[in-house]
């Protein structure tokens, strides 16, 4: 674990036009099991001493006195203000505005994504799985964010992508329902079953949201197929989480 993350590059970087702005990406795993890998949940089938000397690692990498804010993520559409967090609060979108707090989310096949303005006013991190798709968590933390969403860039990074994201009918019935928008993210595969393609829906509800098209960066890698990340659909309890961070470098 301490060589992977030492390394000059211990993540993958936010591949979006805010790369000379912020510190942000995805962290990497040299192993995708949980008792292996580069794990940072206390959550998960992993010993505390492993997650804390994982979370002290992952921190000598950011700024001087930046602290990672970490949440107790519960797939809602809650969204903390890094001035009110405290300690194991619930929720699953975090935004500062300074440089000290740093927001941070984990996911294992969920959707991380990263959202900022060009002058690095203010900056956030989300756990957008499908129920806080679902519920609505990206325009929510758009709109706590309290700047013209025309002024912001999303990047998605990794989570498991369609071609690997088999859901049953109730699943699709429960998005195209909420929104017949939504029914051209999903691709039948066997009688009963589709294929869902969460990125998808995520771009058109931050677009919905006020962010332009060409402000959206979606990594394109799949959880699920890259042994670099953690898989809950592939590893189920042996999977571990791997963090999604940004922080402010001007």
């Known amino acids: 674990m301490q060589a992977l993350f030492l390394e000059e590059k211990p993540w993958l970087a936010a591949d979006w036009p805010l790369a000379d702005?912020?510190?942000?990406?995805?962290?990497?795993?040299?192993?995708?099991?949980?008792?292996?890998?580069?794990?940072?949940?206390?959550?998960?089938?992993?010993?505390?001493?492993?997650?804390?000397?994982?979370?002290?690692?992952?921190?000598?990498?950011?700024?001087?006195?930046?602290?990672?804010?970490?949440?107790?993520?519960?797939?809602?559409?809650?969204?903390?203000?890094?001035?009110?967090?405290?300690?194991?609060?619930?929720?699953?979108?975090?935004?500062?505005?300074?440089?000290?707090?740093?927001?941070v989310?984990?996911?294992?096949?969920?959707?991380?994504?990263?959202?900022?303005?060009?002058?690095?006013?203010?900056?956030?991190?989300?756990?957008?799985?499908?129920?806080?798709?679902?519920?609505?968590?990206?325009?929510?933390?758009?709109?706590?964010?309290?700047?013209?969403p025309q002024r912001l860039f999303a990047w998605i990074g990794p989570c498991i992508r369609q071609d690997n994201y088999e859901v049953d009918e109730l699943f699709f019935q429960r998005f195209a329902t909420l929104d017949t928008r939504f029914a051209v993210a999903f691709r039948a595969n066997r009688p009963g079953h589709w294929l869902a393609d969460l990125p998808a829906i995520a771009r058109l509800q931050l677009h919905d949201a006020g962010l332009p098209a060409t402000q959206i960066t979606d990594c394109g890698l799949c959880s699920y197929a890259d042994p670099r990340f953690f898989s809950h659909r592939r590893n189920g309890a042996q999977a571990g989480r791997m963090a999604s961070f940004i922080v402010a470098t001007v």
């Not at 990406?25 to 099991?33: E, V």
């Open 21 to 103: 702005r912020f510190i942000a990406g995805t962290t990497l795993t040299a192993s995708p099991l949980v008792n292996e890998g580069f794990n940072l949940a206390r959550h998960v089938a992993d010993t505390p001493e492993r997650v804390a000397a994982a979370r002290m690692l992952f921190a000598t990498h950011l700024p001087p006195d930046a602290r990672p804010l970490w949440l107790s993520q519960v797939h809602s559409a809650t969204v903390w203000q890094a001035a009110d967090y405290q300690a194991g609060c619930e929720g699953d979108a975090l935004i500062s505005r300074t440089a000290r707090d740093v927001p």
């Open 105 to 148: 989310v984990m996911t294992a096949d969920c959707l991380p994504v990263l959202l900022a303005d060009e002058a690095a006013t203010v900056w956030a991190a989300v756990h957008a799985g499908w129920p806080g798709l679902s519920k609505g968590i990206l325009a929510a933390t758009i709109a706590a964010m309290n700047v013209p």
